[in-house]
C-alpha cells in the first residue's frame, strides 16, 4: 500500500471502485471549495449529508457514507468544528479527522476498494498538510491517491520535487 500524488481531479479517481473521503463541518454548512466539486458531479452526497443534520446530529469523529454510483462511494466526514477560526484556531479537529479516516480505511479494505481525495483538511479548515499526511498514513488500509488541480500546483510544488 503507498500514498500516491497526482495531478488532477480528485472526483475522477484514477481507480474504480473508489472511496472520495472529505471533511466535512459540524455546522451543516455546505458552499466552499471541494464541496463544490462534489455537489456539481455527485449531488447525492450533499442531499445525504444535509438529511444527515435533518434527521440527527452528526459529532465530530462521525462519517457518512453515501454511494452515489456503482464504483464511487463519498465519505463525508465530520472532522471540522464550526466553518471559520476562533481565537486563533482553525476549523480543523486533528483527532476527529484520525477517527474518520480510521473508519473510511476500514470500509476501504473490507471492500478492497481504493481511496481518492484532494488535501484534505489543508485549506479551509486551516489544517497543516504535514500533520494531515501522517494522520493519513498511520489510519492507511489500502492504496490512496492525492489530487491537486494544475491550478494549484505551484502551490504544493515541493510535493513534486
Not at 494522520?135 to 520535487?161: C, F, G, H, N, P
Request: aromatic share 10%.
Amino acid at each position: 500500500m503507498a500514498l500516491h500524488y497526482l495531478i488532477g481531479d480528485a472526483t475522477e479517481p484514477v481507480k474504480r471502485p473508489a472511496l472520495l473521503p472529505h471533511v466535512c463541518n459540524d455546522k451543516n454548512g455546505w458552499g466552499r471549495g471541494y464541496v463544490l466539486a462534489l455537489r456539481a458531479k455527485f449531488p447525492q452526497s450533499e442531499i445525504q449529508y444535509h438529511e444527515w443534520f435533518r434527521t440527527g446530529h452528526p459529532r465530530l469523529g462521525e462519517v457518512q457514507f453515501v454511494q452515489v454510483k456503482p464504483d464511487i462511494c463519498i465519505a463525508n466526514m465530520i472532522g471540522q468544528h464550526d466553518i471559520r477560526w476562533i481565537n486563533g484556531v482553525p476549523p480543523i479537529r486533528y483527532p476527529a479527522l484520525e477517527q474518520c479516516l480510521a473508519a473510511v480505511y476500514k470500509k476501504a479494505a473490507d471492500e478492497k476498494i481504493t481511496v481518492h481525495m484532494p488535501r484534505i483538511g489543508a485549506e479551509l479548515s486551516g489544517g497543516e498538510w504535514s500533520k494531515i499526511e501522517e494522520i493519513i498514513k498511520k489510519t492507511m488500509t489500502v492504496d490512496s491517491y492525492v489530487y491537486t488541480l494544475a491550478k494549484q500546483r505551484d502551490k504544493w510544488l515541493t510535493v513534486y520535487e
